[in-house]
């Protein structure tokens, strides 16, 4: 079955300076990549995803890139801020499993002002 | 238009018990899956409904059952609860394209039920 690898676990950056989270997916038929941020005790909510026919997509100051031959993606933060501290996950679903996502393991992201 | 709500969230039980959890699936939403996430684990996917069939179901033994009821929302049963089903119980509701056809729809995750088991 499909399994998603996340990294780095931790992850701390200065106040404006980018961050960068990769993530690696064993299923070359997956088709669909979302990346959430869960801040602690709050629900995990979707901050941006990409599905297998783009190669990047960005949103104000996050970006997706994912590379379908290698099977990896990448999320990229720039411009950090203390708010945008928190644990994040990538997650894959599944070819014709569809509402099952995948989740990596997680990298808790620590922004110091 | 309605987020998904859940319920209770939070509660103790003790081992060999058997709790019930609660999901309403965000208005319009038709499809709602349940996440076990354990502290400092990534959600694990338990299993998925749409109207009111199961479909798909994750790495989990029988004694983690669910059902939908004719409005989407969903519940969440475990029976003989083990220490290790301590965790944040998610649900997840999105809009499915049908049973047999990849949903890649967006998530939308509740705040979760936090189960404690003594």
């Known amino acids: 079955g499909e399994n998603v690898e996340q990294h780095p676990s931790t992850l701390s950056v200065q106040e404006g300076d980018s961050a960068v989270i990769k993530c690696t997916y064993s299923?070359?038929?997956?088709?669909?990549f979302p990346w959430y941020k869960q801040e602690l005790g709050k629900r995990p909510q979707l901050i941006i995803d990409?599905?297998?026919?783009?190669g990047e997509k960005k949103d104000q100051r996050i970006a997706v890139t994912l590379n379908k031959t290698a099977k990896h993606f990448s999320l990229h933060i720039t411009e950090t801020q203390p708010e945008d501290s928190a644990v994040y996950f990538c997650?894959?679903?599944?070819?014709?499993?569809?509402?099952?996502?995948?989740f990596g393991q997680g990298t808790e992201l620590s922004v110091k002002p | 238009e309605t987020g998904v709500t859940q319920s209770p969230t939070h509660l103790i039980k003790t081992r060999g018990q058997q709790v019930t959890l609660r999901c309403s699936s965000q208005?319009?939403?038709?499809?709602v899956s349940w996440y076990q996430q354990a502290l400092g684990q990534g959600p694990q996917f338990i299993f998925q409904?749409?109207?009111?069939?199961?479909?798909g179901r994750g790495n989990f033994p029988p004694r983690f059952s669910g059902l939908q009821f004719p409005n989407y929302s969903s519940e969440l049963n475990v029976n003989a609860l083990e220490l290790d089903d301590s965790a944040l119980y998610l649900c997840?509701?999105?809009?499915?394209?049908?049973?047999?056809?990849?949903?890649?729809?967006?998530?939308?995750f509740g705040e979760g039920s936090r189960l404690t088991v003594l």
């Open positions: 997840a509701s999105s809009l499915g394209q049908g049973a047999s056809t990849l949903n890649t729809g967006e998530l939308f």
């Open positions: 990409i599905r297998s026919n783009v």
């Open positions: 997650a894959a679903i599944p070819a014709n499993q569809g509402g099952k996502l995948i």
């Open positions: 208005s319009g939403h038709n499809t």
């Open positions: 299923d070359s038929a997956s088709n669909y």
């Open positions: 409904y749409y109207r009111e069939e199961e479909n």
